[in-house]
């Protein structure tokens, strides 16, 4: 079944449903209502319409020779292949974790090796939980990492290089705090927040937010509190991608959740011509001056890179609802689900990892912090 088999008055009512849906916490916006507000206010950071569609086509055309679905998530190797309470713990850990892997110098990197083979970025983390349950300490287990202390984080997550992991005490911190609620209100496991969410993607957003505070990625721009939630969004993202939107993994909502605003979407949205910086900015970037979280600069970046990418899955969308074709009709209201920023999120990822060396002359936004 390819990805966007979907009718169009089906599409179209969905659609609205999603436009209309506005997670609010404490009157902060939610991300695509934040990503539009900060595109409208941006004055260092644009849209371009032709590059928006060229990337909507892009991703389009893979949609329809099946290379981009749910189950882009577990090919990766690093990835659990279980669907359970196990896959999903491990999920939860390495949200926990996931923020701050760029280098100061690309010669000098955080580095793991496992299974012979060397793992930089987010997927030295990866690596380095699995190296650690391969060597006999549960990391995935709340009741350990409650209170995991700094001896155990500096050898569970020691480089293979002379560059160590960055902001080691913060991820530290993070994890006994998020441990800490795990074992006094959900029995140890993430799986029970999971399953109060009644398999809904915003009310386990907003769980998480209430519950586990470094996750809570808010600013203000123009007068306005905008959440921008990237560790967040993923960690719901990344367990509907691990169960494959099943099980623990099925939400009546995925289709809320947007991309997830990093230091590398950005990179390539700006390649492929669907994101343009002002000579100020752009020139700010080249001298690699390191932004501050929240500071105006770092947050157009993010806010305008999350609306494209909603521009970008509103144009795929509306691309499917135009295809009448026999072979393009409804057979699961399911599929519809998949028509989501978070594959646009993963697609482009995978492909700024892979044309490293081609973007190489595109500066990535450099912040150092615990959100992204």
Request: aromatic letters at 10%; one cysteine or more; a negative charge.
């Amino acid at each position: 079944m390819q990805l966007f088999q979907v009718l169009r008055p089906l599409i179209l009512s969905r659609l609205v449903v999603r436009k209309n849906c506005c997670f609010v916490m404490d009157g902060i916006l939610n991300p695509r209502e934040a990503g539009r507000f900060i595109s409208e206010n941006s004055k260092d950071v644009f849209i371009e319409d032709a590059g928006v569609q060229k990337v909507a086509n892009m991703l389009y055309e893979k949609s329809k020779s099946g290379e981009f679905n749910v189950k882009m998530w577990r090919k990766h190797e690093l990835n659990p292949q279980t669907m359970d309470e196990e896959a999903v713990n491990w999920v939860f850990v390495s949200a926990v974790l996931n923020f701050s892997f760029w280098s100061e110098k690309e010669t000098e990197r955080f580095e793991v090796r496992y299974k012979d083979k060397t793992y930089t970025g987010y997927w030295s983390l990866c690596a380095a939980m699995n190296r650690a349950l391969d060597e006999g300490f549960k990391i995935t287990s709340a009741s350990l990492y409650s209170t995991i202390t700094m001896d155990q984080m500096k050898q569970i997550f020691r480089s293979d290089s002379e560059t160590e992991m960055p902001l080691l005490e913060e991820r530290q911190v993070a994890l006994v705090e998020a441990g800490t609620v795990l074992m006094k209100k959900y029995q140890g496991s993430f799986a029970n927040v999971i399953k109060q969410a009644g398999k809904s993607a915003q009310s386990l957003l907003s769980l998480v937010l209430q519950e586990f505070p470094s996750f809570r990625d808010v600013a203000e721009f123009a007068g306005k509190k905008v959440g921008l939630y990237k560790r967040a969004q993923i960690l719901v993202g990344d367990i509907w991608g691990s169960c494959e939107g099943q099980g623990l993994g099925e939400f009546t909502d995925i289709n809320t959740i947007t991309m997830f605003a990093d230091y590398r979407i950005p990179q390539a949205l700006v390649y492929f011509g669907a994101l343009r910086y002002s000579e100020t900015l752009m020139e700010k970037l080249k001298q690699c001056h390191l932004l501050k979280s929240g500071e105006k600069l770092e947050v157009e970046i993010r806010g305008v890179s999350l609306w494209a990418c909603e521009l970008i899955r509103d144009s795929i969308a509306a691309k499917v609802s135009a295809d009448t074709s026999e072979d393009n009709q409804l057979k699961d209201e399911e599929e519809l689900n998949q028509v989501n920023a978070i594959l646009v999120d993963h697609y482009l990822w995978d492909l700024r990892r892979e044309l490293a060396d081609e973007m190489s002359h595109i500066p990535f936004h450099r912040c150092r912090g615990i959100y992204y």
